[in-house]
Nanobody, 122 residues
Framework: QVQLVESGGGLVQAGGSLRLSCVAS????????MGWFRQAPGKEREFVAGISWPGYRTYYGDPVKGRFTISRDNVKNTAYLQMNSLKPEDTAVYYC???????????????WGQGTQVTVSS
């Protein structure tokens, strides 16, 4: 089992920045790809970004390319999502997740955090 705990969400004005963190515990963090997903009210869960183990490959969803950056610190067992130039449409609950291999598909992720709310005001 891998336990994931997100933090760093909050309320920010459009154009601002936030950095989300996801701390992993339990089974070794080092063998898993990490992903960030988001879900807005009334919408399906959406892939945001993913990073392979140990961090050589990254994927991004089209809406966040050029604005968000995913990274990981394998010593601290933590994944990060740096979000810049935030827009109101980025408002959602953001979830981190762990998978055996890097993927854009939520079904490939075995472990999920509880989510952290990000709200971007206009």
């Amino acid at each position: 089992q891998v336990q994931l705990v997100e933090s760093g969400g909050g309320l920010v004005q459009a154009g601002g920045s936030l950095r989300l963190s996801c701390v992993a515990s339990g089974r070794t963090f080092s063998s898993y790809a990490m992903g960030w997903f988001r879900q807005a009210p009334g919408k399906e869960r959406e892939f945001v970004a993913g990073i392979s183990w140990p961090g050589y490959r990254t994927y991004y969803g089209d809406p966040v390319k050029g604005r968000f950056t995913i990274s990981r610190d394998n010593v601290k067992n933590t994944a990060y999502l740096q979000m810049n130039s935030l827009k109101p449409e980025d408002t959602a609950v953001y979830y981190c997740a762990a998978a055996q291999d890097l993927s854009r598909r939520s079904a490939e992720y075995n472990y999920w955090g509880q989510g952290t709310q990000v709200t971007v005001s206009s």
